[in-house]
């Protein structure tokens, strides 16, 4: 166990439709980071906050959002979902924000997109 | 543009053998080089990484992986299979932040019993 929780653990939903992930990081730890993968692309960072900071984006679509609340969890927020958004989506959490920092990842949210 | 390979889709070897998971990488600069695994219906974990320094990282589990600059390789190793390797193992790497950081499409290992 990471210490990096997840909710929900799976999510069905349908085109067009808006969904919210949560991901708690583990306790002291300042930085969150989100990634997507998928069949088509593979594992793909998407953005990075740092407390509560925008601090890093990578491949993350417009329809998009994501951010870090004062007691550091972190929501994405998925919008107008298409049927190739569906993925497994991680969340990872480190102390601080730099390369060297170990990430923990938490278990995934499995989103399925009909 | 930066991409890390993984020639190989699978990886089967029988238990107690060594194994290698190969890895190659194309990164302009310095690289940053990660090892991640993925078992079954669970999340990426964290295995190795290379900063900077020795050329012979050792990490979680009795993995390590040789960074070779000449031949651009970050090859995962071990010494001796377990059954409990069996997993999706992941190359990445880059230079600079991990918004920089790219990932391999994962090999697979079976470890035969």
């Known amino acids: 166990d990471s210490g990096v929780t997840q909710t929900p653990k799976h999510l069905i939903t349908a085109t067009g439709q808006r969904v919210t992930l949560r991901c708690s990081p583990r306790?002291?730890?300042?930085?969150v980071y989100w990634y997507q993968q998928s069949l088509d692309q593979g594992l793909q960072f998407l953005i990075q906050?740092?407390?509560?900071?925008?601090?890093a984006k990578g491949n993350i679509l417009e329809r998009f959002s994501a951010q870090q609340f004062p007691d550091l969890h972190s929501e994405l927020n998925l919008s107008s979902l298409e049927l190739g958004d569906s993925a497994l989506y991680f969340c990872?959490?480190?102390?601080?924000?730099?390369?060297?920092?170990?990430?923990?990842f938490g278990p995934g949210t499995r989103l399925l997109v009909l | 543009a930066q991409s890390v390979a993984q020639p190989e889709d699978q990886v089967n070897v029988a238990e107690g053998n060594p194994l290698t998971v190969k890895c190659t990488y194309s990164?302009?600069?310095?690289?940053?080089l990660f090892w991640y695994v993925q078992y079954p219906n669970r999340g990426l974990q964290f295995l190795l990484k290379?900063?900077?320094?020795?050329?012979l990282v050792k990490g979680s589990y009795g993995f390590e992986a040789e960074f070779n600059k000449s031949q651009t390789s970050f090859h995962l190793k071990k010494p001796s299979a377990l059954v409990s390797d069996s997993a999706l193992y992941f190359c990445?790497?880059?230079?600079?932040?991990?918004?920089?950081?790219?990932f391999g499409t994962g090999t697979k290992l079976q470890v035969i019993p």
């Open positions: 306790s002291g730890d300042l930085s």
């Open positions: 990872a959490s480190s102390v601080l924000a730099g390369i060297q920092e170990t990430q923990y």
């Open positions: 290379y900063i900077t320094g020795d050329n």
């Open positions: 990164v302009s600069g310095n690289p940053y």
């Open positions: 906050y740092y407390n509560g900071e925008e601090r």
């Open positions: 990445a790497g880059g230079s600079g932040g991990y918004q920089k950081v790219t």
